[in-house]
């Protein structure tokens, strides 16, 4: 079956970083094209990047653009979003997500939460 | 960027009513639209794709139409366990983009 499980989270001071990971099982990771989505407390769903199967295309939301470079390693079959320089705002529930051609986030990972915070 | 408007925001309803909830793009998508569901402390869980498409497992009282910049999710009857919040996603070009939910309550 299919599983995303993400990893990572924590508290962290604005300006520091953190490494996120989605590890997936169930399915040929390296066929799907991945996505970071996340979720501000009492808040609605907002995408954040996408990298290609192969890795060599990627994009990103202007809120996270210059400073979340998303990765993947397919010989581990995981996911990586580099947060780079935090602010209180990226304060959200982290999801990654899997789509190819018509088909978007049939599966969703159970998040990870990342708390910006002095 | 393509703005999804999602309406309405809220909306409370009883056991049985029909619901409908519409998102409209700010330019055509084609049929690129998928609808989620998502409760309490839970990951979203998609009900419909390609706009109209129904989800496998999820009931038939769940349907979703529309193409181009008009969009519809509608229960036909809703159960006890619909109640949670609804977005809309657009995949026709990035940055992807959802509407802001609709959180369905109990009358």
């Known amino acids: 079956q299919v599983q995303l499980v993400e990893s990572g989270g924590g508290v962290v001071q604005p300006g520091r970083s953190l490494r996120l990971s989605c590890v997936a099982s169930?399915?040929?990771?390296?066929?799907?094209?991945m996505h970071w989505v996340r979720q501000a407390p009492g808040r609605g769903l907002e995408w954040v990047a996408v990298i290609s199967y192969d890795g060599s295309s990627k994009s990103y939301a202007d809120s996270v653009k210059g400073r979340f470079p998303i990765s993947r390693d397919n010989s581990k079959n995981t996911l990586f979003l580099q947060m780079n320089n935090l602010r209180a705002e990226d304060t959200a529930l982290y999801y990654c997500?899997?789509?190819?051609?018509?088909?978007?986030?049939?599966?969703w990972g159970q998040g990870t939460l990342v708390t910006v915070s002095s | 960027d393509i703005q999804m408007t999602q309406s309405p925001s809220s909306l409370s309803a009883s056991v049985g009513d029909r619901v409908t909830i519409t998102c409209r793009a700010s330019?055509?998508?084609?049929?690129?639209l998928g609808w989620f569901q998502q409760k309490p402390g839970k990951a979203p869980k998609r009900l419909i794709y390609g706009a109209s498409s129904l989800q496998s497992g999820v009931p038939s009282r769940f349907s979703g139409s529309g193409s181009g910049t008009e969009f519809t999710l509608t229960i036909s009857s809703l159960q006890a366990e619909d109640f949670a919040t609804y977005y809309c996603l657009q995949f026709y070009s990035y940055p992807l983009t959802f509407g802001g939910g609709t959180k369905v309550d109990i009358k």
């Open positions: 169930g399915f040929t990771f390296s066929s799907y094209t």
């Open positions: 997500g899997r789509s190819n051609s018509w088909n978007y986030f049939d599966y």
């Open positions: 330019q055509d998508i084609r049929n690129d």
